[in-house]
């Protein structure tokens, strides 16, 4: 953890996850799991409906939208819904490649409703310290730990698991 301002911080995320996250929820989760794996910026996580969820990186994204360091566009999904696009600008740098870039982005790539299911299990054992935090994730997530998704997030969470990172991702998978 640095003295950075919260929104640089915020940037960083989503530059090292590739300069592109597609979602405020895996927005949430790829910066929950960065934490969870000793990569983190110190934000505050709280069980939230779709699982760890800051109000802090919540903020720290719209100011770093204000100071042009990220920008986030919002798109129409095929169901009606709106989404959000967050890209970094040139103003936060290039990212390093290192074990931080490596994760984030490995976990941006994930389903968003997979990594839902995969930081929620995860905040489960870390948090909770819940003895079976997958079957807790399914009971709270019955919608989405349908059609052989909560399987696909143990397998997104076992190649996460599989990644050099500062601190071990608890073993859950």
Known sequence: MTDKPNRQK????????????IGRTRLQKVAYLLDLAGF???FRFEYHHYGPYSDELADAVRMAEAFDLVHEEERRANWGGAYSVFTSTTKIGQPAINDRTRFAATAARIDSIELELAATAAYLAAAEKCPDPWGETERRKPEKATGGR???AKDAYRRLRAL???TP?????
């Open 10 to 21: 915020a940037a960083e995320i989503v530059r090292d996850a590739g300069g592109e996250i």
């Open 40 to 42: 983190g910026e110190g």
């Open 150 to 152: 909560i399987e696909r």
């Open 164 to 166: 050099p990172t500062n």
């Open 169 to 173: 991702l608890p073993p859950i998978a």
